[in-house]
């Protein structure tokens, strides 16, 4: 699949947007927000958000609040969206959400999204076999401070290796997902570290996989996208918070309950973002490389964080007490 890059935040209403639902939400003091503007990637790691626009658990779960829906290419891109105060909402890696946090973006992590998900590949004709092998090449990741580059970082300090920003000899190249495929047949990259269904494209065009989703992190359990509300937002709609994450649970569940419906649903989104429809099998392959959970794992959050300021992408870590809120989506789920 050659995918055409993604629009830098093109703002498009849900396919599924109504305003004429049975019952509205309204916040504690009776005023129903008017709309929810959602960000979200045409990524596989965004499934669970993907397959809530498409098959319409949000709009359900939030009544009369409208959902409008942006398309990104990166964090970066939504931290600036939620700076500029033009998102209430997104799906965004947990190193991009820490980095807005700390740049004092108030916002907070109310659920997980997915964990693992993502890939490391060297092109074809690269003489990389091996994480060692990377000393001296130039990878990619979607944007510096991503959860990939954080993970990239990770692998290497793993394997005695470091980035050049660090002092070591592995450049770090920031490349769209989509355009990864084009750097990689130009030579400009010798490997890239990114989430799916990216990584089964650069397979597919002969790229050769050299640490799979378990060897990342943690044997597969490391959260990969979050679910990010606007502080504001959240304290002035709580009704309209409590429906998104409705929505987002009922996705959730849709994934695992019904494999079909989530292939057709990420295909039909993918393609309403890039113009360019992947195929079945690349998705099933990519969504077996992901857990679209809900829960977080907090522990690798904490890694996530020590690295992130190791980085130099924050001066300290974030207290994740005040970060993250799963008190709304446990109740939800019956936890």
């Not at 055409?4 to 005023?31: I, L, M, R, V, Y």
């Not at 949000?58 to 970066?76: C, I, M, R, W, Y």
């Not at 650069?202 to 050769?208: A, D, I, S, Y």
């Amino acid at each position: 699949m050659a995918c055409s890059p993604q629009p830098e935040a093109s703002t498009t209403p849900a396919s599924n947007d109504t305003t004429t639902a049975t019952s509205a939400e309204t916040d504690a003091s009776g005023t129903e927000a008017a709309e929810l503007r959602l960000g979200v990637f045409p990524n596989v790691t965004h499934t669970a958000g993907l397959v809530g626009i498409h098959e319409g658990t949000f709009q359900k779960s939030l009544g009369g609040t409208a959902l409008k829906v942006s398309h990104f290419a990166n964090g970066s891109q939504i931290n600036e969206a939620f700076a500029a105060g033009a998102l209430d909402a997104a799906y965004v890696g947990p190193g991009p959400a820490m980095n807005a946090f700390m740049q004092g973006v108030p916002l907070k992590i109310y659920a997980g999204a997915a964990k693992a998900g993502a890939v490391l590949v060297a092109r074809e004709g690269s003489d990389v076999e091996d994480v060692p092998g990377l000393s001296g090449a130039a990878v990619a990741v979607p944007t510096r401070g991503s959860t990939q580059d954080i993970s990239l970082r990770h692998l290497l300090h793993e394997n005695g290796l470091a980035a050049t920003d660090e002092g070591g000899d592995v450049t770090i190249v920031p490349i769209n997902p989509a355009d990864m495929p084009a750097a990689f047949s130009t030579g400009q990259v010798e490997a890239a570290l990114v989430q799916e269904p990216w990584g089964v494209v650069l397979e597919n065009q002969g790229g050769k996989l050299i640490v799979d989703e378990r060897g990342i992190w943690a044997d597969g359990d490391y959260t990969t996208t979050v679910l990010v509300v606007s502080t504001e937002y959240a304290e002035q709609h709580p009704e309209a918070l409590r429906g998104l994450l409705a929505g987002h649970l009922k996705a959730v569940n849709l994934v695992t309950e019904q494999p079909d419906v989530t292939v057709k649903a990420v295909a039909d989104q993918i393609e309403e973002m890039t113009d360019k429809r992947p195929a079945d099998d690349e998705l099933e392959a990519a969504l077996a490389r992901t857990d679209v959970s809900w829960d977080i794992n907090l522990d690798s959050m904490g890694e996530y964080a020590a690295l992130n300021e190791e980085a130099g992408f924050a001066r300290q870590s974030p207290d994740l007490n005040e970060l993250v809120d799963l008190s709304v989506i446990k109740e939800l789920a019956g936890e």
